[in-house]
């Protein structure tokens, strides 16, 4: 279907396409997407397969083309996130996060997004499944904690996001509900220190995966973010975790554009 | 062989193709494989190649005609069902769920497949074996729990299906009968405010695979779900489980037709 | 060197191929191979690689003439024995089961298979090498048992082959010589009264490959089969088992013939 | 692009292009990224596909060549070092070492590498990312232990290195700081009297990958190396580490002229 | 480069060049290699790549040519030994063992081993390095023991060699040198009824790979091999081994020669 274009006029036509604005519409319903519960969340990374750097730049471009056009088709549905996870992950080139009221939703794009010549050169490296949720201990929190938890994240870009899956052990869910309420108050106080800076998401995948959680972080401070992760290892509850990671998956929030743009080269 | 067939005859015998109902007889004997003990059922998942979404669209739609005419062919002796797992699973694209009086039918069906024009585009993911049996622990229970598990599950489709294996510890299998009955009943109590909404059913796997069980649920309300297995990590049974998912199969229960009509696009 | 020879002539040829007898020399060896102690068993298990569904039927049949010729040239020194894995097991398509005096016979025979023209399309899954030796304990259990142990198994074909790999954990090994009598009296127990209808054959091999043992399996009733399985989970000799499969491997007993009729399809 | 250019050209050019020395300014900011805190390091492993070693050479220096520009072109703002693990490491090939005050610029270089020709030909095997940080438990060791650590290590070319990565236990975290710093003492102490001839460099890691530590050592005695891990081996601390290499990375320090000379061959 | 040769002639050649005796020099030195502390030792295995097979018996040869060419390049300095797994181990074709002063030279070999056209058909499945030290234990055994030690083994050829990766647990490692010690003479006396007919030779690797020792062995009766093992299982010290192979690697000692002229068929 390119075939007859010429080089320049591909390029030219892929910056039209880049500068398209997103639908009002769909923005408002991605609101709703990221804050509320019952929302399932999709993680879904890809790597490249080994003919995609070999393609010339044409091709690519018309292939992101189509990348465009796929994820711009079901914008209005699902809230659509990318992540650039090459040179930071071994596992993945390509991570998408996708909401959705339905996770045939999801499927839906992932299927399409497969199948389209984009899609051709993507290999399916992990995919992970979970769902938001009212927070379940926050309720019997201390009230000074409880607003701490409330307030605003810095503002300004987030560049840096991180997905570590989390496994708890079988002994964590035997103990009753205060047992481990009080272990989350613990783990929340070690947390609140750098609320400001990291900001963080939750998704509970018991059954939808081999998790229990799947954990959502962004910041534009790395060194927080690890100092974070290293207050959460020295508290109690930490003891009860079985899987940490395995893959975490460390890269970079990029708008679609951004990542049609480096890919493109 | 479709080489001489126009792209449109192509397309139009491919629905002509899908309208063709499957027959009377064969819905007989399924209902009898689907509820009887002494059943063998198969999870057969598998991935697509490089080079299907590599195939054009005239040429998939040759392919799938020929799964189509390899599973109606098998209808009659097995009862298949069909599972779309991508985008959802990161192990693999396609489950087939099979069952037979006699491993060695679905052996010939999947040998066939795989044989097939089809089946060339196909790798070998997972392979799961279980077998029926009469409920084992049920006939100590009340009989107000045997009343509720009787209870009829929500009327309507449940699209979602979910695979996990489980394998037991050596010391749940070392503990008397009492005590294991003592707590599947714990186990059930948890289970019944979802039976309703999310149907089960349980395959017995030890020595056909590396698995005790393999447990297999349809649903509706995911949610529902999700709350059924956080129920089931809580009770004290769930402590003997050494194995659970990895991999776990989630998907979209899927008609043959409908399997053919996503993979053509 | 098949090239020119007509489609129907090569038809023709493998089943000329197919009907040669083996000789009764090789037959004679092959019983003393498959019931003394001190020697050895390889199980090699195979998957195809992507081509072999590819090529057309014609070379498909040429290949299987070859590796008929590969099998009948070893028949006479070693005894081999083919297993259909394929639909069944996900981790190969087919399984040699060779019994040798000397493994360096078994690796000549593999050696050229490999480097045959239907070993070209073999990708090696699993090599599992054990020794048959005396029974360790059965002298020391009651006459009746033994007497048991000796009972014939039910006559007719057992067409279903199981092979789980085993290995015990280092306290099993500690235990001193009468512990050990003692729980394996009890696993004796457990399988007995599965001897007639489901065959084995133990290989030890700790040292000639990851495992202490490797179980065989014959049965013409898998429900038999995982009854046993099921029996020998619930004995105190199973609580020292660190792996019990990974993989197991689980598909039907064919004839040479009979892999080549279905290979050739 | 280097079709015209004659063979004997292309060596030729090559050989200038290694000659070339690296800008000062880059010389002096990869100082500082090599001995301050909170800089980070990213490990990133890489084999070569099956393509490269059938590429004939003009081919090979082309790409190589491709390699030293990608490579000087990030030398300002990142320090790079090069690794040849081939023939001692059996996960990859090649390492590079990327020491950024933003893990991003990493990611840019990284990105850009593997888009470069020479990129093709790579398959990511490994990435390890990590953090330096001021000393956690030196400030409380006795003074003479301080001097010590501070001696500068022999002169001389330091010809290997080695990278393991550690995770350390949730008991670990879980002890008081007090407790950690009296262990790291008894570490550093099984440390100190390999301190001259093997240089060690620690990482952070914990929430960057599956890890909490990447420890760097460089060494011309292998046997002192090995005789310093051993004795790492024979401290307390040593049991509260979870996972010790997996893997190990092993290889030679190479400029990236020798990295092109030995790759050209 | 052999193109131009008749294959008669090729053939020819291959016979000459596989008469051509080792230099004198080189054997000396295999010797200290061989029995002094001190010498590393790398056990690198290698599969072949889907193409060997397919390329015709020439071109195989005029590879496996260059297969000797380099081997014999670095025989003088190293001390080569090459063993055939195919058909014994799943996990490679080729095992070469280098004893080497220096890593680096051994290094030296691989790579250009691997750069070689024969190395284009290779796929490093794993490598192993190793250091010889003086017997750590050894000197503190009783006389007799001491001297059973020294005896000789048997004469003869000992066709078949066997590597098996052995990790300690912590807990090991934490012990005193008395009690290891001790458990090591008992592991002594439960191996000497077998030091006649399997030879023996023990590399220390923790720090050089993810082992703490490489246990290599050689035998003609495999069946002692097999019995030491298991004797070997039942001593206490078996009991702080937390990785026993995985991979075992086995397979037939093998001249170079004789891997030419098995590989070129």
Known sequence: ???AIAYSTALCMAAVWLAMPATASGAADRDKLLSEPGVYGTFAAFSFDEDWTKEDQ???IAHLMVLKGVVEQYQEKLAIDLYLLRGLSDHADL????HATELRD???FLVD???SLFGSHLKTAVILNGLTKKANYVPGFPEQMKADLKAASEPGDKPYAIVIPIRKSAEWWSLDQDKRAEMM???TEA???YHKTVKRKLYHSSGLDDLDFITYFETSKLEDFHSLILS???VKEFQYTRRFGHPTLIGTVRSLDEVIEILAQ
Do not use: D, G, S
């Open 1 to 3: 279907m390119m075939k």
């Open 58 to 60: 044409r091709t690519r």
């Open 95 to 98: 991570l998408f996060r996708i």
């Open 106 to 108: 999801t499927q839906k």
């Open 113 to 115: 997004l497969q199948a």
């Open 185 to 187: 108050k613990e783990h």
């Open 191 to 193: 947390a609140l220190p």
């Open 232 to 234: 959460l290892e020295k």
